[in-house]
């Protein structure tokens, strides 16, 4: 069954970074992108950025650049995101998405999602 | 960053009738090798959101056909022909035309 399984739910510091990780299932990794996405307490979703996995080619959504970096190891079938120097406005549900490489905003399956908490 | 638009915010629906979500756009949606990128998703509460139509009008493997996409440009309208109680949660239009991705605020779909 082609799926997503993500890390855990993370409790971190202000000013402190997190990695979550996106383990990919049953396709084949290197012929689709992944989407990170997130959503805090009670609000909409938010698009973070793209990886292509085959290349490696990122696209991050300014608001992110310098803070965030999308990455993936092929070996494992897995996608990280690292976002670093935490504020509490970053406590949301990060979500990655599998996204097809020539149907833009196709996402599908998604991550269940990772909790990360920012608090001091 | 192109902004998306939903209205309305809230939609009371009744179970058998049908209900209209409409997502406008701050710039056309067309990208440049003609498609129109424009997806609807569905979020559930505790859960990950789901794919119901891609480029405007294509349902996704799986949604049942009382969902439908259309529009054109900068406007689009996603339809639930008989509303279902599983159909409650909340929509999200997303255009994937252009970087960065950007997603509507949400409409929260809530049986009467």
């Known amino acids: 069954q082609v799926q997503l399984l993500q890390s855990g739910a993370e409790v971190k510091k202000p000013g402190a970074s997190v990695i979550v990780s996106c383990t990919a299932y049953?396709?084949?990794?290197?012929?689709?992108?992944i989407s990170w996405v997130r959503q805090a307490p009670g609000q909409g979703l938010e698009w973070m950025g793209w990886i292509s996995v085959h290349d490696g080619n990122t696209n991050t959504a300014q608001k992110f650049r310098g803070r965030a970096t999308m990455t993936t190891d092929t070996t494992t079938n897995t996608a990280y995101m690292e976002l670093r120097s935490l504020t509490s406005d970053d406590t949301a549900v990060y979500y990655c998405?599998?996204?097809?490489?020539?149907?833009?905003?196709?996402?599908?399956?998604w991550g269940q999602g990772t909790l990360v908490t920012v608090s001091s | 960053d192109i902004v998306m638009t939903q209205t309305p915010l809230s939609s009371p629906a009744t179970l058998g009738q049908p209900a209209s979500i409409s997502c406008r756009s701050s710039q056309s949606l067309v990208h440049r090798d003609g498609n129109t990128y424009l997806s609807w998703f569905h979020q559930r509460p505790g859960q990950p959101p789901r794919l119901l139509i891609y480029?405007?009008?294509n349902r996704f493997s799986g949604v049942p056909d009382r969902f439908s996409g259309s529009g054109a440009g900068t406007d689009f309208t996603l339809k639930i022909s008989s509303v279902e109680a599983e159909d409650v949660g909340v929509y999200y239009c997303m255009q994937a035309t252009q970087f960065p991705y950007t997603f509507g605020q949400g409409t929260r779909v809530d049986i009467k």
């Open positions: 998405a599998r996204d097809h490489k020539y149907i833009y905003g196709w996402f599908d399956p």
């Open positions: 480029k405007v009008s």
């Open positions: 049953d396709y084949m990794f290197t012929n689709y992108g």
